[in-house]
């Protein structure tokens, strides 16, 4: 019998290699694994310092020079005051608008008109009491509690007189005279201005807080409209001014005529829509509105709006 060791079986093997395959496998993969890290950990290092120096070089680039601190400071107050926020008061949170109030930008506008018609010499020499606010306050007061008619008009020619002679009667030769030579002086200032009191009529409700002297009811708005787009009276009185003038006083008459529709408030039942054709057209042929486009822009889409409503 021999005494040779006998070869350990082939199974035992095979398994004994698969073991160290997988060792080798497992040392590899973590080997690799380790890799990646290192280098997605040196990437993200990089980055890092390539966004330092980024910054470093906006720092530089926006910081303000030596001894400029007071001029950037003037700017930001500059900025403050033409949005309205005067300084030391809150900021909006961010991500919300900065509104203005209707009330206060219009009131502003008014006074500023008045304010700078104060200064003038030709008003200086007027020794208006109380200024030009107080005078004008005192004159539409008048024209407020003294209305024209603007009923049954045709059924007798005094009241189509007196309607003609209407600002006359009510004001007085002086008080004319007066305003046919601020109107006349005033003349490049007339859109901006009537453009303030329009927007004082349009936001009264919302207004009220502020108790402006100045005070225009729509119903006393209403029937200055009705008297100059619906007598003849009152378009006779428009007739004998100049067409910018004349174009421009019709302009906010229908204005305000849409915004008593708009407020159920238009009890005569006037129709407003052959004024807005014939406005059309007078103001195409009118030469000396800065702002003609916008007010034929306005008017056609109010003919577009009531002919919707009504037909043509």
């Known amino acids: 019998m021999s005494n040779a060791r006998k070869s350990p079986p082939t199974k035992t093997i095979i398994i004994l290699v698969l073991l160290v395959l997988a060792a080798v496998s497992a040392l590899l993969i973590v080997n690799a694994n380790r890799k990646a890290d290192e280098k997605t950990a040196i990437s993200l290092e990089q980055q890092q310092q390539k966004l330092q120096e980024k910054v470093k070089i906006l720092d530089k680039e926006l910081s303000p020079p030596v001894g400029s601190e007071s001029t950037s400071q003037g700017e930001s107050a500059g900025l403050q005051a033409e949005s309205g926020v005067e300084s030391g008061t809150q900021q909006p949170p961010a991500g919300k608008a900065i509104t203005t109030d209707p009330c206060k930008s219009t009131t502003d506008g008014i006074d500023a008109f008045f304010a700078r018609l104060d200064q003038e010499d030709y008003i200086i020499s007027l020794n208006l009491e109380g200024g ?10 008048k024209l407020l509690s003294n209305k024209p008619t603007i009923t ?4 007798n020619l005094l009241a189509i007189l007196q309607n003609a002679a209407h600002f006359y009667r009510v004001l007085g030769e002086k008080n004319i005279l007066i305003l046919k030579k601020i109107m006349a002086l005033e003349k490049g200032q007339l859109e901006p201005v009537l453009a303030d009191f329009y927007s004082l009529i349009l936001h009264r409700d919302e207004c009220q807080y502020i108790h402006y002297p100045i005070q225009l009811p729509m119903e006393d708005m209403y029937s200055y409209s009705t008297f100059f787009l619906n007598t003849l009276g009152g378009q006779a009185y428009l007739f004998r001014r100049e067409p910018a003038f004349r174009t421009l006083v019709k302009y906010y008459c229908v204005l305000v005529m849409d915004l008593a529709n708009m407020k159920n408030a238009n009890p005569l039942g006037i129709d407003i829509r052959y004024p807005i054709n014939s406005l059309i057209e007078e103001m195409t042929a009118t030469s000396g509105l800065e702002d003609k486009d916008k007010y034929l822009d306005n008017l056609l889409q109010l003919l577009s709006k009531y002919e919707k409503l009504y037909g043509n």
């Open 132 to 141: 030009s606010k107080t005078y004008f306050t005192t004159i539409i007061n």
């Open 152 to 155: 049954r008009e045709k059924d």
